[in-house]
């Protein structure tokens, strides 16, 4: 694949805004629900609607769109290769380009995102996989009947392989892009099923182990570019200082001193902060610090003011208890309530996780420009839902969409932080006021860190019913947290009745053969901006879940592996992975002075188990993680160097976040301002991960989350088994753990 050419294709009504040149190729498609609807296509020098999925070049190029943005998870390359495999095409000669953000046309038929275009909750490949499958064999289908018309031969007798078409009888060849010289595209394109696609064991791309990430080179090189490094003609700089939550004003502005700085162009009192504007990044740096030794905030109207975390820790947990309460209903089997009434041995416990943030190493930014006349503007940012950035700057700016155009950038980490555009909303408020000219917007980190949109906090309460044979017969998991979807998502959170699928999502069974459960929430509403997060729930429910699963294993006597075993032994898929990481680490083996644990974690369909190797320095409290071992089922792997890849990072997220990281929450605000005071893994704190993956031809279900979950609870479970002690709250840092040993 051609890997210096990752950039995005700009908004276009017309065809020849897609195609580069004369004597090319452009063909469409709609994405339907799980079908890809084709729309009417004409010749290359017509009329096209802005929808092009892919693009044959005179040069025997082919450009394929991307609907999706590219934080290092690999879709840039994984979404083309589904095009390119049904294409036949030269990888070689691949080059990727960001899709527009238009859902009607580029949007995920993911039952998750149901047509929206975002990159989320690891549905790109899932959901686009069959779709951009049919967009490719439709393409060749094509391709394949103008060469048998110029040859007068029967399109059956013709077949393709790697950016040609052949007529074996003749030995006469075509390459894509002579035929594309020559070519028109039919107004009405091949019908084409799932059925007529390749299988498995058809692949020359899809599977192989020997083709990498296409923006990786770029990367080494330092030649990618990030939203952090665009640069536009006439362009201003700006940092906000932040208001430190949802609702707070600044009051008695004293600007005069920033507006002294040399290079100081304006300072804007905004409604979310204060912004100032200057010709360089280091002008408005010590703008920033001037003000912020100044301004005072006025909170009276901000909802989570009297949020503090350690109240909070006493309320939820009373909430926890409480039977009124008054719980939703997340996920369901059987009757719990019934079977917990029941008599016999009840087993009880709670457990905690902190807030904490997505601390990605690219500070928010956004660069925007807006016409002089206020009513269109050009946005450059990494978002991951381009959409959403479209639908804020038009509401902001009194336009349509149509007037928005957006230029995807690469992201220095998202992990569910670039979801929310609030970055963006600040960006074109400042740029309307200094328009036209451009303003580039980067937060500082102590803004970014203020700015947070944290995972929520979390108080669990679960409790079990063992039957006379030790069997687990009824389970009931209460969650307690503030409700994301009522932030990040709210017309579903008001469709269902106030339930929050990211937030709860995890603490369902499927696996699990419990015939009676059910987990619940609690809804705390606090004002607090959560947003989701790597793992999405999983990264707080499982660690609850397979905690408690440890307990009742220890109550009965056998052995974590054992039990997990018997509860999924009706389950080939979940068994298949616990035996895996079994046998990668060796579970059965005594190490002295080391503690093992297992953990299992299930995320929309894939599968994972990981184990733990930890010591413990008991006179810190310190624990370190020599060894993870992580077996996994992700279905058919596209890239699977790259699968590997993204399971090994989600393990380093879910280790910072068990071991490490918290957000504390005094009046409102958060009170650590920068990795001094927020610490994440570092370096000499990474154990050796060792990963394997389990062979399927089942299709794609999503990798980017799966590997956070199992991190937090396996390590904890290690801890018990090396101390006898149960560490109860997330994270376990060393001065939790102290005071359980000591």
């Known amino acids: 694949?051609?890997?210096?050419?990752?950039?995005?294709?700009?908004?276009?009504?017309?065809?020849?805004?897609?195609?580069?040149?004369?004597?090319?190729?452009?063909?469409?498609?709609?994405?339907?629900l799980g079908t890809g609807g084709i729309t009417e296509s004409h010749a290359a020098t017509g009329k096209l609607q802005p929808n092009a999925w892919l693009t044959i070049h005179?040069?025997?190029?082919?450009?394929?769109?991307?609907?999706?943005?590219?934080?290092?998870?690999?879709?840039?390359?994984?979404?083309?290769?589904?095009?390119?495999?049904?294409l036949d095409a030269d990888w070689s000669k691949v080059k990727a380009e960001f899709a527009p953000p238009n859902p009607a046309l580029y949007g995920n038929p993911?039952?998750?995102?149901?047509?929206?275009?975002?990159?989320?909750?690891?549905?790109?490949?899932?959901?686009?996989?069959?779709?951009?499958?049919?967009?490719?064999?439709?393409?060749?289908?094509?391709?394949?009947?103008?060469?048998?018309?110029?040859?007068?031969?029967?399109?059956?007798?013709?077949s393709?392989?790697?950016?040609?078409?052949?007529?074996?009888?003749?030995?006469?060849?075509?390459?894509?892009?002579?035929?594309?010289?020559?070519?028109?595209?039919?107004?009405?394109?091949?019908?084409?099923t799932p059925a007529d696609l390749k299988q498995p064991g058809q692949y020359k791309l899809v599977g192989k182990t020997t083709i990498g990430r296409a923006d990786v080179p770029s990367k080494v090189t330092g030649q990618a570019k990030f939203g952090i490094d665009v640069i536009v003609p006439d362009m201003l700089y700006a940092t906000v200082l932040e208001s430190p939550m949802e609702g707070a004003k600044a009051v008695n502005v004293d600007a005069d001193a920033a507006k002294a700085v040399p290079g100081i162009t304006h300072v804007i009192t905004l409604p979310f902060g204060v912004a100032v504007v200057g010709n360089t990044v280091e002008a408005t740096r010590r703008a920033r610090q001037l003000l912020h030794e100044k301004v005072r905030w006025d909170t009276s109207a901000a909802a989570a003011a009297k949020f503090d975390s350690v109240r909070a820790r006493a309320e939820y947990e009373r909430h926890g208890k409480d039977a009124a309460a008054k719980p939703l209903d997340a996920y369901k089997r059987g009757d719990a309530d019934k079977a917990l009434g029941e008599g016999g041995k009840v087993i009880e416990a709670t457990y905690w996780s902190e807030h904490v943030c997505h601390a990605q190493m690219e500070p928010m930014n956004c660069t925007v420009r807006v016409a002089q006349d206020g009513q269109s503007c050009e946005i450059w940012a990494g978002s991951q839902a381009p959409a959403g950035v479209v639908a804020v700057a038009s509401g902001i700016l009194k336009t349509t969409p149509d007037k928005v155009r957006f230029h995807q950038q690469l992201m220095g980490g998202g992990f569910g932080r670039r979801i929310a555009s609030d970055i963006v909303a600040q960006a074109v408020v400042v740029a309307n006021a200094v328009k036209p000219r451009a303003v580039k917007l980067i937060l500082t980190r102590e803004d970014d860190m203020v700015a947070a949109r944290p995972r929520p906090m979390t108080h669990h309460v679960l409790r079990a019913r063992l039957d006379e044979q030790g069997r687990i017969a009824g389970w009931k998991h209460r969650i307690v947290a503030e409700n994301v979807d009522a932030?990040?998502?709210p017309p579903r959170f008001q469709a269902t009745g106030g339930k929050d699928y990211i937030g709860w999502q995890g603490s369902d069974l499927p696996h699990y053969a419990i015939p009676n459960y059910v987990s619940e929430g609690v809804r705390e509403l606090r004002g607090m901006r959560v947003q989701p997060f790597r793992g999405i729930g999983s990264g707080h429910n499982?660690?609850?879940?397979?905690?408690?699963?440890?307990?009742?294993?220890?109550?009965?006597?056998?052995?974590p592996l054992e039990f997990r075993l018997s509860l999924t032994r009706e389950d080939p898929r979940a068994s298949a992975v616990l035996r895996e990481v079994a046998r990668m680490s060796d579970w059965g083996r005594q190490r002295p002075g080391r503690g093992m644990g297992i953990a299992f974690a299930d995320y929309h369909g894939s599968l994972s188990a990981g184990v733990a190797e930890i010591s413990l320095d008991r006179a810190t409290g310190k624990i370190k993680v020599h060894n993870y071992w992580v077996a996994a089922d992700t279905g058919l792997a596209i890239q699977p160097q790259n699968v590997l890849a993204q399971i090994e990072g989600a393990v380093v997220w879910g280790l910072?976040?068990?071991?490490?990281?918290?957000?504390?929450?005094?009046?409102?605000?958060?009170?650590?301002?920068?990795?001094?005071?927020?610490?994440?893994?570092?370096?000499?704190?990474?154990?050796?991960?060792?990963?394997?993956?389990?062979?399927?031809?089942?299709?794609?279900?999503?990798?980017?989350?799966?590997?956070?979950?199992?991190?937090?609870?396996?390590?904890?479970?290690?801890l018990f088994r090396l101390t006898g002690q149960r560490a109860r709250q997330l994270p376990m840092s060393a001065a939790v753990v102290k005071g359980l040993v000591v």
Do not use: C
Request: hydrophobic content about 45%; proline content about 7%.
């Open 1 to 32: 694949m051609n890997d210096t050419n990752l950039h995005e294709a700009p908004l276009a009504t017309t065809r020849r805004g897609f195609l580069v040149g004369a004597g090319s190729l452009t063909f469409s498609a709609v994405l339907g």
């Open 58 to 86: 005179a040069d025997g190029t082919v450009t394929i769109m991307a609907p999706v943005a590219e934080m290092g998870q690999g879709t840039l390359t994984a979404l083309p290769m589904l095009v390119a495999e049904e």
């Open 110 to 158: 993911h039952p998750i995102l149901r047509g929206g275009q975002a990159t989320v909750a690891s549905v790109a490949v899932p959901g686009y996989f069959t779709p951009l499958r049919i967009a490719g064999a439709q393409a060749r289908a094509v391709l394949m009947q103008a060469a048998a018309d110029k040859w007068g031969v029967p399109v059956g007798e013709l």
């Open 160 to 192: 393709t392989d790697t950016g040609k078409v052949l007529h074996a009888k003749s030995g006469r060849s075509l390459g894509y892009g002579e035929i594309a010289s020559f070519a028109s595209v039919p107004a009405e394109l091949p019908k084409i």
């Open 487 to 489: 932030v990040a998502a």
């Open 542 to 559: 499982k660690f609850a879940v397979e905690s408690f699963l440890d307990e009742i294993a220890a109550e009965r006597g056998i052995d």
């Open 656 to 718: 910072s976040v068990a071991l490490f990281e918290q957000l504390d929450v005094k009046d409102g605000a958060i009170v650590q301002t920068n990795f001094h005071d927020y610490p994440v893994l570092r370096m000499s704190d990474m154990p050796e991960i060792h990963t394997s993956l389990i062979p399927s031809q089942v299709p794609p279900t999503g990798v980017g989350e799966l590997g956070v979950a199992a991190v937090a609870p396996a390590i904890g479970n290690a």
